[in-house]
C-alpha cells in the first residue's frame, strides 16, 4: 500500500519506505524480532487549545519543542539511540518534527516517512474545540460505535477506526523491516487504535473481543504527548507482540487529548 506524498516543506534527505531497495531490507522470515518504539508527536497548540486537528498540518509549539528535545536526550541516556536503525514519521509537521529530534542523536538511524502514519481524518471536525456541542456526541457515538465491534462506523465526513488500523498495522510491517532497533513517531488516535488491533492478535474484533480487559484499557488510556510503547514485531510469524504503552519517558505533564 504506498502511499503518494504531496505534502510541502519536507527536507530533502527523507525517504520513503517504498523508495528502499529490498536488499537493504530485513527479508521476511528474519528470525529476530525487531523492537519498534512507537512515539507520539509533541505539543502543538491545538493540542493545548483541546481542538481537533486529524490531519489539519499543524506544528509543535514551544513546548512540544522542548519535549522532543528532552525524549531524544532520554533516548541518549538509555542507551536506546545508538541501537535505533532508522526512524520513521507521519508527514505531517508535528510527527516529522519530533522524529527529526530523535534522529538527531541516532547516529545510524535513517530517516524516513511514510504518509499512512497519519492521524485520524476526523472531517468536518478538524479545526473545532473537543467541546463544541457538535463534536462532542458526534465523536462519543463513534467510539461507542467501536467498542460494540462496528469499527467501520464514520460520521461527518471523518475516517473509520477500520480505515486507521489497516494503514497504521500496513505501516508498522513496513517500519518493521528497516531494521532490528526502529522508532516510528505517529499521532494518538492511530497509536491508540493500532494499539487495540495488536492486543487482539487477529481476533475478530467484535464487542465480546473488545470486551476484554487488556483492550478495555487502551480504550480508556491517555496518550500524553511524546509517550512511548515498545513493540516486538516477530517477521517468522508476522505478529506483533506488545512490551509496555504509552509510558511518559520526560517525566513532565503532557497533554493526554488524542487530537
Keep these: 500500500m504506498a502511499i503518494s506524498l504531496t505534502v510541502t516543506g519536507l527536507c530533502g534527505n527523507l525517504l520513503y519506505p517504498e523508495d528502499v531497495d529490498a536488499d537493504k531490507m530485513l527479508p521476511p522470515g528474519t528470525s529476530k524480532p525487531t523492537r519498534l518504539i512507537i512515539v507520539r508527536h509533541g505539543e502543538t497548540s491545538w493540542n493545548a487549545e483541546k481542538r481537533v486537528q486529524g490531519q489539519t498540518d499543524t506544528k509543535l509549539n514551544a513546548a512540544g519543542q522542548q519535549q522532543a528535545l528532552e525524549l531524544a536526550d532520554r533516548f541518549k541516556k ?21 522524529a527529526d529530534a530523535i534522529a538527531e542523536v541516532c547516529p545510524k538511524a535513517k530517516r524516513y516517512v511514510d504518509a499512512r502514519l497519519r492521524e485520524f481524518d476526523f472531517g468536518e471536525h478538524q479545526g473545532k474545540l473537543s467541546s463544541d456541542p457538535e ?30 488500523i489497516g494503514r497504521g ?19 494518538g488516535g492511530l497509536i491508540k487504535w493500532t494499539a487495540v ?35 516486538l514485531y516477530d517477521h517468522s510469524v508476522d505478529a506483533f507482540r506488545a512490551q509496555s504503552w504509552f509510558e511518559n519517558l520526560i517525566g513532565q505533564t503532557t497533554r493526554d487529548d488524542s487530537g
Design 169 to 187: 498495522l500496513a505501516a508498522f510491517r513496513s517500519a518493521a523491516r528497516l531494521g532490528s532497533s526502529v522508532v516510528i513517531v505517529s499521532h
Design 78 to 98: 538509555l542507551g536506546l539511540a545508538e541501537t535505533v536503525d532508522a526512524v520513521v514519521s507521519s508527514d505531517l509537521s508535528r510527527a516529522s518534527d519530533t
Design 197 to 231: 488491533a495488536i492486543e487482539l492478535a487477529g481476533e475478530t474484533p467484535d464487542h465480546k473481543a473488545l470486551s476484554q480487559p487488556k483492550v478495555v484499557s487502551i480504550v480508556q488510556s491517555s496518550l500524553p504527548n511524546v509517550c512511548c510503547s515498545i513493540v
Design 135 to 164: 463534536v462532542r456526541p458526534a465523536r462519543q457515538t463513534c467510539v461507542q460505535e467501536w467498542k460494540q465491534g462496528h469499527l467501520e462506523y464514520a460520521s461527518h465526513g471523518a475516517e473509520s477506526a477500520a480505515n486507521v
